[in-house]
């Protein structure tokens, strides 16, 4: 393990809430939806990422926890610290994801989904392969307990079984009560432990196996109990 890493990769702080985290991060989805939903076809990607801030700020986040992260066409290969394209425009045939990092009540809400314009079937199936691949992955963490390094080792093996490319960079991290970095959790794709229900972030980004695009989800890895408890 890092020396950088916190003795207790799972720690959080005194006022941390499973039920605060699962609020945020549904609030932070719904985010993800309206930006979406904003998006249409001759939009840049600069004014993409204004549309983001303008959805946060408008449902009342406290503050971002990352940068928004908003990506067209051949940017879906990128990561969250690559380049961004902000003159390049989303044509009638196209593919983007959007990526929030927001606190709300003190919690961090973390999501990513992938969403088309037009009838370009692979790029349809490229994003929804992205949705199902982290969903099986979240599945083997729920019925079978793994650690987060062998989901991620599981999670290549799928990709590359599906026909798509894994990037092997983007492994997950945690989150918690603002802000998670004073405990230095690391990747999840590192941690040889079995992530706490609540606490870690399931990143997946795939890419085409020769066309230059990618699609990227991620959500929190939560027990349904926890989920449905956190609910009530």
């Known amino acids: 393990m890092s020396a950088d890493h916190h003795p207790n990769r799972e720690a959080v702080g005194d006022r941390f809430s499973l039920p605060a985290m699962v609020r945020a991060r549904d609030l932070t989805f719904e985010a993800v939806r309206r930006i979406a939903a904003e998006i249409k076809p001759g939009v840049t ?32 290969l ?24 927001a606190v709300w009540d003190g919690h961090e809400g973390d999501a990513g989904d ?22 099986e992955v979240a599945a083997q963490w729920r019925d079978h307990g793994v650690s987060g390094d062998a989901l991620y080792r599981f999670a290549k093996q799928l990709t590359e079984a599906k026909g798509w490319r894994l990037n ?19 990747k999840l794709g590192d941690f040889e432990g079995v992530p706490v229900s ?8 795939i890419a085409h196996p020769t066309r230059p695009i990618g699609a990227f989800f991620e959500d929190l890895l939560i027990q349904a109990a926890d989920e449905t408890a956190a609910a009530a």
């Open 45 to 76: 990607e600069g004014r993409g990422g204004e549309i983001a801030q303008e959805v946060l700020e408008a449902l009342g986040m406290e503050r971002l926890w990352h940068k928004n992260v908003v990506r067209f066409g051949p940017g879906t």
């Open 78 to 101: 990128e990561t969250f610290f690559g380049d961004f394209t902000p003159d390049y425009v989303l044509q009638s045939n196209d593919i983007f994801y959007v990526d929030l990092g």
């Open 114 to 135: 992938t969403f088309v314009v037009g009838d370009d079937a692979e790029m349809h199936a490229c994003a929804q392969a992205a949705r199902d691949i982290w969903a």
């Open 168 to 186: 092997w960079e983007v492994k997950g991290h945690r989150v918690s009560d603002f802000p998670h970095a004073i405990h230095k959790g690391g």
């Open 198 to 205: 609540g606490l870690w972030i399931l990143e997946i980004q």
